[in-house]
């Protein structure tokens, strides 16, 4: 069988021909996230091969190691979403919205920040459905 999908960012359950749901496309998003927050992909374009080896003999990569500089709680969210096995990723985006929403609290509790970062802060926690 054939695999269609940007290497990249392809979940391990498609790689080895298993049913995919929801939690498919959380992987993907998580991979897009690291994307946006590193400015670089998870895996290098010269490591897709090697990656889909590794999915099937179920290689795990350390996000923590790949993510240095950002907060540890959003750190962690991103490897929530990106597990191989997808029961330990998200189950839902209502969950990764909360994790989202606690992790931006968490933030704004942190170091004082200017007017205008708290004024953005307080912004951007009510797009998530805060308070």
Known sequence: GKVFGTPLYVP??????LGEDSRADIYALGM?????LTGK?????????EVVRGVVRKLRTQTGAKMIGLHPSLVGVVDKMIRRERDERFASYDAIRQALFDVLSEYMKA?????????????????????
Do not use: D, N
């Open 12 to 17: 391990p359950e498609r790689c080895l021909h």
């Open 32 to 36: 897009i996230f690291f994307y946006a």
């Open 41 to 49: 992909p998870y895996f290098s374009p010269t490591e897709v091969s």
């Open 111 to 131: 170091k004082p920040a200017s007017p205008m970062i708290q004024t953005r802060r307080r912004l951007l926690q009510k797009s998530f459905g805060g308070g």
